[in-house]
């Protein structure tokens, strides 16, 4: 088992930053392929990011590339989002989602991961 606990969102104003960080739990611990996800009201869960369980893999999705940064602490079992020139339309609860498989080493299909976080917000006022 797994477990995972988000920290770092809040209110913020377009423009600014934030870093998300995700501390991972349990048997696996640093060894699993890590992803980020975001929903937004009365939307669906959306694929932001996602990192293989070395590190040597990153990938994300086209609205934030270039703003946003994943990466990852093994010996700290944390995973980061460093979300910057944030926008209203970041506004969302973010989720960090472990997989038990590591291959391949990256999915951005939200079916894919096993454990899930509880969510942080982050708020975006324009």
């Known amino acids: 088992q797994v477990q995972l606990a988000e920290s770092g969102g809040g209110l913020v104003q377009a423009g600014d930053s934030l870093r998300l960080s995700c501390a991972v739990s349990g048997r696996t611990g640093s060894s699993n392929a890590m992803g980020w996800f975001r929903q937004a009201p009365g939307k ?8 293989s369980w070395s590190g040597d893999t990153i990938y994300y999705a086209d609205s934030v590339k270039g703003r946003f940064t994943i990466s990852r602490d093994n010996a700290k079992n944390t995973v980061y989002l460093q979300m910057n020139s944030l926008k209203p339309e970041d506004t969302a609860v973010y ?24 969510g942080t917000q982050v708020t975006v006022s324009s």
């Open 95 to 118: 989720y960090c989602a472990a997989r038990i498989s590591n291959f391949p080493p990256i999915v951005t299909e939200a079916n894919a991961y096993d454990f899930w976080g509880q």
């Open 44 to 51: 669906g869960r959306e694929f932001v990011s996602a990192i």
